[in-house]
């Protein structure tokens, strides 16, 4: 049995750098709350913890003052920052650069939109941090929708004006935009689309980078162990690209989850996660198998 590291997958330099930014002050001051899990992985949650970082959520926000907050990755809505000026608490602020250029995106797309009566609709997912956040700009008048099926929110006698959560499928963003389009000229005629729909690819190169590797990848190998949270989005999407790919591909969040029965004598095992996943998780993964007595065997 050979047991390979996908390195190209891992955090993404957002994560990245939220979770240095919260190890830094946590050296410094040995407690830091967090607004929300600053990843989507339990393990890296659970690390983190017993450092010093304690995870609230908005409500708790409400009724804390005089300390200091990290907002994650996924950036904030407005209403996040009024909050922390009126109870006087320093924010941390480790908001992806990516998420920051689309909130002001969103905000400045829906000022325009909402003077000519046309819609802002957002690719994503309900109630995810991220999309809380591109809400917010629009005072949540704006319009979420998870895919084709959801377009029946849509009214397309009006201009319509896409955007995309950063980590949603690349894919499932151009089958919508293609339905967007088919729909608008179905009612005002043949281009329409031209002038009254505006697509905006938002997604974050990064990670839509990760799927054609994603497809790479799991091709060379015999069996896929796909690492990740369950709540990662973005580990659902990549899994779903291994699976497609290669039938023997295999969701865990951790060791424990792994079947043996899995696996072979002499596969080629691969490990891969999602931009949520610390490689420090993986590396677990793989001693795990390379020292396993019944791999041992198989080896």
């Known amino acids: ?170 894919k499932g963003f151009y089958e919508l935009k293609a339905e967007i389009e088919k729909r608008i000229d179905e009612v005002h005629g043949e281009g329409a689309h031209e002038t009254l729909f505006n697509a905006n690819d938002s997604i974050c190169r990064q990670v839509s980078n990760r799927e054609p590797q994603m497809v790479k990848f799991s091709g060379e190998m015999d069996v896929i162990i796909f690492v990740s949270g369950k709540k990662s989005s973005n580990g659902k999407a990549l899994y779903n690209v291994c699976l497609k790919n290669n039938p023997r591909s295999y969701f865990v969040e951790n060791e424990n989850e792994i079947d043996l029965s899995w696996i072979n004598v002499g596969d080629k095992v691969g490990i891969s996660g999602a931009t949520s996943t610390p490689m420090w998780l993986m590396e677990q993964v793989k001693d795990y198998l390379e020292s396993h007595e019944k791999f041992a065997v198989l080896s």
């Open 1 to 170: 049995m050979e047991v390979t590291i996908d390195h190209k997958s891992g955090y993404c330099f957002g994560v990245e750098f939220a979770i240095q930014m919260a190890e830094e002050e946590m050296d410094d001051s040995g407690k830091l709350y967090c607004l929300g899990d600053i990843v989507h992985n339990d393990m890296e949650v659970k690390r983190l913890r017993e450092k010093g970082l304690v995870v609230i959520d908005r409500e708790q926000l409400k009724e804390l003052s005089d300390c200091k907050v990290l907002i994650r990755a996924h950036g904030e809505p407005p209403a996040t920052y009024r909050t922390a000026i009126e109870n006087n608490i320093e924010l941390i602020d480790a908001s992806c650069p990516v998420v920051l250029k689309l909130q002001n995106r969103v905000k400045n797309a829906y000022d325009k939109t909402s003077s000519k009566e046309g819609q802002l609709v957002i690719y994503g997912k309900p109630g995810h941090a991220e999309v809380i956040g591109l809400t917010g700009q629009t005072g949540d008048n704006c319009i979420i929708v998870t895919g084709i099926e959801d377009l029946k929110l849509v009214d397309f006698n009006q201009p319509v004006t896409l955007f995309s959560q950063t980590t949603k499928s690349t």
